[in-house]
C-alpha cells in the first residue's frame, strides 16, 4: 500500500495550457478503463450485459447509432455499482491497482445475447464525426489514424522497456500506467482544446469488440485470462486501415486472435501451423454463427454501450493445438466447462466471466453444433 498514493499521482494528467486544465482525460469520473487492446490495463471492466431486445445487433457490432440506440436496448434490473473508498479515492481519480477498477455485480445470470449474421462491413459511428467539430469526416477519420498510429507507437516504446522483464499484475498495471501518461500528453500537445473530444471519439470505437467463441467437442469455451484474472474469448477493437475504413468484424476477429494465440492443426499425423491465410480451409466459419451481446460501458460518452460480437465455431481439441503467442497482454488460457463460467457468483468480488456469461448461456439454452 506504500505505493497506492505514487500510483495515484502517476494518473493525473499535468496539462499546461489554461484551455485543457480540465480535461483530466485519466481521471474522467464515470470512464471505465477502455478494455482490449489497451493491452496491458484491465481487460475487462465489470460492465452490465443488457441485450433483451437486439435486433440489429449485426449494425449495432459495427456501429451503434446514438439517437435510436435506446429504443433497441432497453435497461432490465441491472446492478449497480458498489462503490469503495479505496478504489474511488475522492478526487475522482482510479486505482488500476485493483483488478476490477472498483467496479462490482451484483447480478449475473439474467441477460442474453442474440444469435444473427457476421457483418459484411463495418463502418464509424455518425456520434465520432459529431464531437470533433470544425471537420470533416475525412479529417475527423485522418485525426483519429494518427491517434491509433501513436498509440501503437507509445506501446511499442513500452514493450521494448520491459522485454526482459516477467509480466505480472503490477507490471502490467505500471505498463499502463505508462502509456496513460504518454498518450494523454500527446493528445494535450497536439489537439490542446480538441484534446478530450478525440479521446471521447476513441473510446467509441473502443466499445465495438469482435471475437471468436472457439467450442471443443466437450461443449468447452476456450478462453483467455489476463494479469487481473479476467477470463474472456479472444476479441479486440476494430482498426482503421490505410485507406481510412474500419476493419470488418472478420478482418478484427483474425487479427486478434493470431495477435493472442499460437494455433497448430494436425492432418495426417501432421503439425500444420495455422494462421489468418489459411484458418478457413481447416476451421468452419460459419457466419451464420455469430453472436452479439450489448453491456453497460458504464461511461457517460455517447450511448454507454459496449457492442460484443463473437463468431461461434467448433474445434476437435484433440486435433487443435493452442498456446499463448506471448504472456504480455494474457497470462493463460484454457477450455473454460459452461455451467462453471453460468454458475459463478461474484457477489461484490471481481466478476472474472463478466463478458463471457451472456455467451454461455445462450450456448446453454440454445445448443449450435
Known amino acids: 500500500m506504500a ?17 485543457t486544465t480540465s480535461l483530466e482525460i485519466l481521471n474522467h469520473k464515470n470512464e471505465e478503463i477502455n478494455d482490449d487492446n489497451d493491452k496491458y490495463a ?17 449494425q449495432l457490432i459495427c456501429a451503434p447509432d446514438s439517437e435510436n440506440i435506446n429504443h433497441r436496448i432497453h435497461a432490465e434490473e441491472v446492478s449497480t455499482d458498489q462503490y469503495d473508498a479505496l478504489l474511488h479515492p475522492p478526487d ?17 445470470d439474467q441477460y442474453q445475447c442474440i444469435k444473427t449474421r457476421l457483418p ?16 470533416n469526416q475525412q479529417e475527423v477519420i485522418n485525426i483519429l489514424l494518427k491517434v491509433e498510429e501513436e498509440k501503437e507507437k507509445i506501446w511499442s516504446g513500452i514493450d521494448k522497456k520491459y522485454t526482459n522483464i516477467p509480466i505480472t499484475k503490477r507490471i502490467s498495471s505500471k505498463m499502463y500506467r505508462e502509456f496513460k ?9 497536439e489537439y490542446s482544446t480538441q484534446a478530450k473530444s478525440v479521446h471521447d471519439a476513441q473510446t467509441i470505437l473502443g466499445n465495438l469488440s469482435s471475437g471468436i467463441l472457439i467450442l ?7 478462453g483467455v485470462q489476463n494479469h487481473y484474472g479476467t477470463w474472456s474469448a479472444p476479441k479486440g477493437h476494430p482498426k482503421i486501415k490505410d485507406d481510412g475504413t474500419l476493419e470488418i468484424p472478420l478482418e478484427t476477429i483474425l487479427r486478434e486472435l493470431f495477435e493472442e494465440l499460437f494455433i497448430e492443426f494436425e492432418e495426417d499425423k501432421t503439425q500444420i501451423t495455422i494462421n489468418k491465410n489459411n484458418i478457413d480451409q481447416h476451421l468452419d466459419l460459419n457466419k451464420d454463427n455469430f453472436l452479439g451481446c ?39 488460457w484454457a477450455w473454460l466447462n459452461i455451467d462453471d463460467i453460468i454458475r459463478h457468483r461474484p457477489g461484490n468480488r471481481h466478476d472474472k466471466y463478466h463478458t463471457l456469461r451472456p455467451f454461455a448461456q445462450y450456448l446453454k439454452n440454445n445448443p449450435m453444433f
Open 3 to 19: 505505493n497506492q498514493k505514487d500510483d495515484v499521482n502517476d494518473l493525473n494528467l499535468n496539462v499546461m495550457s489554461k484551455e
Open 42 to 58: 484491465v481487460e475487462e471492466v465489470e460492465s452490465d450485459s443488457n441485450t433483451k431486445d437486439l435486433s440489429n445487433i449485426e
Open 92 to 108: 475522482g481519480s482510479t486505482n488500476l491497482i485493483d483488478e476490477t477498477n472498483g467496479t462490482h455485480t451484483d447480478s449475473v
Open 120 to 135: 459484411e462491413d463495418c463502418h464509424f459511428p455518425d456520434s465520432v464525426f459529431k464531437l470533433i467539430r470544425g471537420q
Open 181 to 189: 501518461k504518454a498518450y494523454n500528453w500527446y493528445l494535450s500537445k
Open 216 to 222: 471443443n467437442k466437450n461443449n468447452q469455451i476456450l
Open 294 to 332: 450489448g453491456f453497460n460501458s458504464r461511461t457517460d460518452i455517447d450511448d454507454g454501450i459496449r457492442h460484443i460480437g463473437l463468431l461461434a465455431v467448433r474445434a476437435d481439441e484433440k486435433k487443435w493445438k493452442f498456446s499463448l503467442k506471448d504472456n504480455k497482454e494474457n497470462k493463460d
